[in-house]
């Protein structure tokens, strides 16, 4: 009972991370998922080492796209600004997933002695960068989605509407904002309204993005009549072409992070139902789709961008004659 009280205690806080569930898993001897066996749940239990291999990759991946796109100047435009902050959010993904793993693991063959106030506090910055990772990486999807329809339908004044300097200053506010929300959800994560405001801005999000999106690809054609000369022309096929790009990275974003989300609207709505209880004991397989949104990610911007697939080629091929 004990076990079951602490696992809904979690459930209810919303632990973004699975560290302190761990190690209640390690000191109860692995009781609750006996309790979960008894419920008809099977919980699958994913190796450590699959964790930290997928965190390392992505990060890996992440860390050369932003070394690319600072590399390389026919990428210093807004959209590619704005692609390297994503870049930067699934890194704060990957690194909070391989420092909380290596812990896991120097905790499990007894190299780390945990204590409650080191347990606390690893914890809670975890799940600080993993929460501010959500919340960049959402905002700089609408970011881009704003600075693709003023590319599509505000051609010619584009360049003085999106300037370097406002580019900045909406990086430094997301980031800002990012950051001092997180940290308000983690102290104040015992409150529903912390669920709430997280799913409710995930909403907003994305029906803000397909309106946009909407927008665009419906009129995108009739604005591409009205601009006639071949330089415009190409200027929109390359704008459209961002927009595609965008949209694959927003529908893999939602593949990934669907299942946590729903696991929080769960929390709030059923957090006792026997359905609830069963959804709830796959949060490793959130997690990993989460680390894979980070992975798969990077892959994305290679393959839509030749000047960026250029640019990683030749650092992967100069850090390989580094090691050599």
Request: charged share 10%.
């Amino acid at each position: 009972m004990g076990n079951k009280s602490n696992h809904n205690s979690v459930m209810h806080h919303m632990e973004l991370s699975p560290l302190t569930m761990y190690v209640e898993e390690n000191v109860t001897h692995n009781s609750t998922a006996g309790d979960q066996n008894s419920t008809g749940c099977v919980q699958i239990r994913i190796p450590q080492e699959l964790f930290l291999t997928l965190g390392l990759i992505s990060l890996v991946e992440n860390i050369l796209v932003v070394l690319a796109i600072i590399k390389n100047r026919n990428l210093h435009s807004p959209m590619y600004y704005f692609i390297c902050c994503l870049a930067v959010s699934d890194i704060l993904v990957s690194v909070s997933n391989v420092v909380e793993t290596m812990f896991m693991l120097l905790t499990e063959h007894g190299v780390l002695d945990v204590t409650p106030d080191m347990l606390r506090h690893l914890d809670n910055v975890i799940d600080i960068m993993i929460c501010s990772s959500v919340v960049s990486s959402l905002s700089f999807l609408c970011t881009i989605a704003a600075d693709r329809y003023i590319t599509i339908f505000y051609a010619l004044r584009y360049h003085s509407i999106m300037t370097t300097q406002r580019a900045v200053a909406i990086i430094v506010l997301v980031w800002m904002a990012s950051t001092t929300s997180s940290t308000l959800f983690i102290v104040y994560h015992t409150d529903d309204a912390v669920i709430v405001c997280l799913v409710t801005f995930f909403c907003i999000t994305l029906v803000f993005t397909a309106v946009l999106y909407l927008h665009m690809f419906i009129l995108a054609h009739v604005h591409s009549r009205r601009i006639m000369a071949f330089h415009k022309s190409r200027r929109q096929a390359t704008s459209m072409k961002g927009a595609i790009t965008l949209t694959i990275l927003l529908g893999v974003f939602i593949l990934c992070w669907g299942p946590f989300f729903l696991h929080l609207i769960l929390i709030l709505t059923c957090p006792k139902s026997p359905f609830c209880t069963c959804f709830f004991s796959h949060f490793n397989l959130f997690l990993i789709l989460i680390i894979c949104n980070s992975l798969i990610d990077p892959l994305i911007y290679a393959y839509r961008s030749q000047e960026l697939r250029k640019t990683l080629k030749e650092l992967v091929f100069c850090s390989w004659c580094f090691t050599l």
